[in-house]
């Protein structure tokens, strides 16, 4: 069983930028594919960045070129690096895992709230 716990979310003014941590523990971090998933007001989650064991990385539309995901698997630890942060990111973001064979995210964090002020 793996856990997760998100940190680094808080408020910001538009144009800034934040960093979020996310911690694993109790499984083998390196193989897991891992993403950053985001929850609006009134809106569905949405995906908006995962990497895989190996480094692949995929984004949402919505953030290309301002958000950077990373990991470190000897720290068992993923990173969201938000730049050009905009009033509409504003999200409860989610840290999430899975096996490769998974076909979704089994593992989850608590959430960590970003708020992008105008």
């Known amino acids: 069983q793996v856990q997760l716990v998100e940190s680094g979310g808080g408020l910001v003014q538009a144009g800034g930028s934040l960093r979020l941590s996310c911690a694993a523990s109790?499984?083998?971090?390196?193989?897991?594919?891992m993403g950053w998933f985001r929850q609006a007001p009134g809106k569905q989650r949405e995906l908006v960045a995962s990497?895989?064991?190996?480094?692949?990385?995929n984004y949402a539309d919505s953030v290309k070129g301002r958000f950077t995901i990373s990991r470190d698997n000897a720290k068992n630890t993923v990173l969201l690096q938000m730049n050009t942060l905009k009033p509409e990111d504003t999200a409860v973001y989610y840290c999430?895992?899975?096996?490769?064979?998974?076909?979704?995210?089994?593992?989850w964090g608590q959430g960590t709230q970003v708020t992008v002020s105008s």
């Open positions: 999430a895992g899975r096996l490769p064979i998974m076909d979704r995210y089994a593992y």
């Open positions: 109790g499984g083998i971090f390196s193989i897991h594919t």
């Open positions: 990497i895989t064991g190996g480094g692949n990385t």
